[in-house]
């Protein structure tokens, strides 16, 4: 793939009122502005703080189960020919996805700010579960709003969240999925400001959420970087990572920035089809807009209305994304593609098959793009693709899917 | 002048405040909302807000969602919109400010949206989810095209954003009356009678509460502390209670009456 020249110097992005370039920034109601500032500064304080950094480390280590293993899928690679893989292996974290490196970032901020009620959107379920686990670990009340299609579709997931003490509240309203359970999260939000923090769970949202999540997931990347130069005594030419808000991928994409000779790949969901009107790929078919507090890739019809997203994946069912992908898509620091549901179906059998790993259907979607890119690379590249969670929570859409493919 | 400028000079030279209603455009149709607008100008409301409705109206409550859902449903557009107010223009002189989330604005342009909705006769505009912090060039348009920019104040708002926000809010000031969304409520907190003294220590604008204000008790308390009152959520209760029969505008502007009339 083409590499062009970075204009962009080192830590501008965001800049001092949360954009990146002409995208990011708080498109929020009044009444939440100020628990915004607030928040900033508080960010940026804990992340000076040695105390804050020393509790975030141990329970990413103790308690999360990092750092995660580069593991060399040696078989899948054989079977790719072209390209030698690696995983970077967040389904082995507890909770099952790279989601609990953020929730452990934000509980520990939030009680340092003093909050006693956490509230938290989820489409997969797997940010609900890694929220829910968190609030269980430190005593606090746990509310999470989830589309009621969604509660249908990651069943386990909602039993999980309640076993953990989380209250779990259906949202009927809209598409009933993860965009209107973020509606209905902001709303309980601007009511309960004063004592409940909202715990995002992707680089989206007002700043500083897209930065705060960011710093909280990078250490997926900065350990992924010097996993991989300690094995190959080089960097990876490709990494890739699906991009639902795009948590797992900012995380793993970011300690790269600047290595310019490695390219990045997001890929998103193109559901049944890019021309089909039913995906989720904001970046690869959509246009600038806004939604949930910041400017990034929207999809979205003539008159600026939302379009309502597919994806078989539940955590990658968003019409939106967040605003630094757009922003290196831009700037042309990463590139973008996109995986159909039946597509992400063969990448989710591919690695069960060869590797005996069984993805979830999210990270199925970059799993899937491996064997287009075998095709298109020259000579033998390496790549590393984030492995952003299990495929446990899936298995009741994998039953459904096998069951239609044998009739 | 810009017609609420107008209206508020010629209210306080009367001494009095203003009723300023909101429906949601298209709610249940745009001919309703034609027929309405014209009897809520018949029974005392001073100024009155459209709603465009939008696919996720965040800052609303129920109410206003299943408004917008209807409306959308109903194939209401902002063109048909901008149609139905210069028809509006035709016959009435009243105020009117679109209440819209900022994406419909921003997918066309800020420039654009605001030359186009000047042209059809509107006279201001309230989005809650743009602060002015990321409202340069729409205030840039505004300005342009003498269109009133209408910011928020919150019982939230820090000491040093309310200057600021005041400076940049043209026409008048609104004051969301508590944390939260749109929609009744059992009480309005008794902080905001301080908080509006703030506000008003620092500009001279008109400076008008809403959100949860829905009885002509409410009403008449709200206006003696300010310089009006926005009634929202409780006359789209109305228009869906009357929602179906013929007379419903008449029933709805007899509520408003009621309301308008406790000022
Ligand atoms: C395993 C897994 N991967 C990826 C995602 C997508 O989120 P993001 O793009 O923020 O990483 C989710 C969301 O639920 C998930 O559960």
């Not at chain 2, 063109?79 to 900022?102: E, G, Q």
């Not at chain 2, 800020?110 to 002015?132: C, M, N, R």
């Amino acid at each position: 793939m083409r590499k062009k020249r970075l204009s962009v110097k080192k830590n501008k992005f965001p800049d001092k009122t949360g954009h990146y370039g002409d995208l990011g920034g708080r498109f929020v109601p009044e009444t939440l502005m100020a628990i915004l500032i607030d928040l900033e500064q508080e960010l940026k304080n804990a992340l000076k703080d040695p105390a804050f950094k020393k509790e975030f480390r141990y329970y990413l280590k103790d308690f999360a189960n990092r750092p995660t293993s580069l593991y060399y899928a040696e078989r899948l690679s054989r079977e790719l020919k072209t390209l030698k893989v690696y995983l970077k292996r967040e389904d082995l974290l507890h909770t099952g996805a790279h989601k609990i490196n953020n929730t452990l970032g934000q509980i520990i901020l939030a009680r340092r700010m003093k909050k006693t009620r956490i509230i938290a959107e989820t489409g997969a379920g797997q940010h609900g579960v890694a929220t829910a686990t968190v609030c269980a670990l430190f005593g606090l009340k746990c509310v999470v709003y989830m589309g009621a299609e969604d509660v249908k579709r990651q069943a386990l997931n909602v039993v999980r969240m309640r076993l953990l003490g989380a209250e779990v509240v259906p949202v009927q309203s809209g598409t009933k999925t993860l965009k209107d359970a973020m509606n209905e999260a902001i709303r309980d939000w601007v009511t309960n400001v004063k004592d409940t923090y909202y715990l995002i769970g992707t680089v989206a949202g007002p700043h500083p959420y897209p930065m705060m999540v960011r710093e909280f997931q990078k250490i997926i990347g900065q350990e992924a970087r010097q996993q991989f130069l300690k094995k190959e005594k080089k960097l990876p030419d490709y990494v890739l990572a699906c991009v639902g808000g795009g948590s797992n991928a900012m995380g793993i994409f970011y300690p790269f920035f600047y290595d310019a000779s490695v390219s990045l790949i997001g890929v998103e969901a193109a559901g049944h089809g890019l021309d089909t009107g039913a995906h989720s790929a904001a970046i690869c078919k959509g246009a600038a807009g806004v939604l949930h507090g910041c400017k990034s890739a929207l999809l979205q019809n003539a008159d600026g209305q939302v379009q309502n997203a597919h994806s078989i994946a539940a955590g990658l069912d968003y019409p939106g994304v967040g605003p630094e992908h757009y922003y290196y898509k831009k700037i042309g620091r990463a590139d973008y593609v996109a995986i159909t549901d039946k597509e992400a179906i063969g990448g989710l059998k591919l690695l069960s098959r060869t590797e005996g790993i069984i993805p979830a259907l999210e990270s199925s979607h970059a799993l899937a793009y491996l064997p287009k890119l075998a095709r298109q690379v020259k000579g033998k590249k390496t790549v590393i693709v984030c492995l952003s969670g299990r495929g446990d929570k899936d298995m009741g859409t994998i039953q459904e899917v096998l069951d239609h493919e044998s009739h | 002048m810009n017609r609420i400028d107008l209206k508020f000079q010629q209210l306080r030279k009367a001494g009095k405040k203003a009723f300023i209603a909101y429906i949601t455009a298209g709610y249940p149709s745009l001919e309703a909302t034609e027929a309405l607008v014209l009897a809520l100008e018949e029974s005392g409301a001073d100024i009155i807000e459209l709603g465009i409705p939008f696919s996720d109206p965040m800052a609303d409550g129920p109410t206003i969602q299943e408004a917008s859902f209807k409306a959308l449903e109903n194939g209401t557009t902002v063109r048909k919109i901008l149609d139905m107010v210069r028809a509006i223009r035709r016959v009435s002189n009243i105020p009117l400010a679109l209440m819209t989330y900022y994406n419909p604005v921003f997918h066309v342009g800020d420039a654009h949206f605001v030359e186009a909705a000047a042209a059809a006769g509107i006279d201001g505009l309230i989005i809650p989810d743009l602060p002015p912090d990321e409202a340069k060039e729409l205030r840039a348009a505004c300005l342009a095209h003498d269109v009133a920019n209408i910011f928020f104040l919150s019982p939230t708002t820090t000491a040093a954003r309310i200057a600021p926000i005041a400076k940049a809010s043209t026409g008048f000031i609104y004051f969301v009356s508590v944390a939260g969304v749109t929609g009744s409520r059992k009480s309005i907190p008794a902080e905001i009678a301080r908080d509006i003294r703030a506000a008003k220590k620092v500009t001279d604008k008109p400076v008008c509460i809403g959100f949860g204000v829905s009885t002509p008790e409410e009403v008449k308390a709200m206006a003696n502390i300010s310089d009006g009152v926005i009634v929202g959520s409780a006359i789209i209760k109305e228009i869906t209670k009357h929602s179906g029969q013929k007379d419903m505008p008449a029933r709805v502007a007899a509520f408003v009456q009621k309301l308008s009339s406790a000022l």
